[in-house]
């Protein structure tokens, strides 16, 4: 059967006229990620006599989801207040209000390639701040309990099963949820990715060095300055006071005995202080 472009972007069609897709399912560009970024999943446990034990069992799930090994592992969990016991979520399964509750199993999943780079994104703040706003968009107080998985796919995400009591979510509710989410991250992104540039510029700061030997440059402010001035020994022919000051065409006086100071060694050599003497002066060989 042959096919020919059709009218359809991205499609194809046959000699009937019938669109075929130009990909088919499974099939993508080379080197192309998911379109979205953060993406949020949720969908609720079915109601009835089992509703509980769902519930219970994706709470299990949660904490005990065997890693890329096989082996089951036990991660924390956490809620609004910090950290949270497994009993004390079944607990909170058995005591949500019979009339119009829904338990919600969610996932919010941040993407690796644009916002959770190199796997430092805050998810347990993330998590919390999606809550609150869905809490807020709802209009009620919902309890959640959610871990983190990372040990088991190569993008990190969260598990999470939250407690409603009243409505179902719209698509509206989930719309909200995701943008709401996607800002956070990205916010977290822009702003870890500037401290660790600051860092790099600070590291890079500490070791430079100026171009000119006779300059020194201060980093902090950007300014440059000359040379610093050299000191020479000067003494005093009556006391024998030693005292190193910078050259002076009229020279220097004692302090003790008001009489002209002489230099010791005419044509010596200086070397400069360093910066804990006060002000990097030189001081005489």
Partial sequence: MALVRGGRRGSLQDERG????RFYRGQRHQGEGRK???IVKANYCKKGAGEI???KDNVRYIAHRRDREGNRVTRDLFGFDGFVAKQDAYRMIDEAPKKGRYYYRMIISPDP?????YKDLDLRTLTRSTMLRLEERYGKSIQFVAAIHDDHAPHRHVHALVILNG???TRGDF???RDHARNRALTQRRYMDRVARLELLAQRSASYKPPFPYQRRDTTKGQSYDRQASLISYECPVCGRYQALPFSKTGYRCLSDGMSLQRIRPY???RTRGRDYGFGRERAL
């Fill in 113 to 117: 390639r644009r916002e959770d780079s």
């Fill in 36 to 38: 979205n970024r953060l």
């Fill in 268 to 270: 010596e050599q200086t």
């Fill in 175 to 177: 719309a909200a949820l």
């Fill in 18 to 21: 019938r669109h075929k897709p």
């Fill in 167 to 169: 409505r179902r979510l």
């Fill in 53 to 55: 034990r769902a519930a």
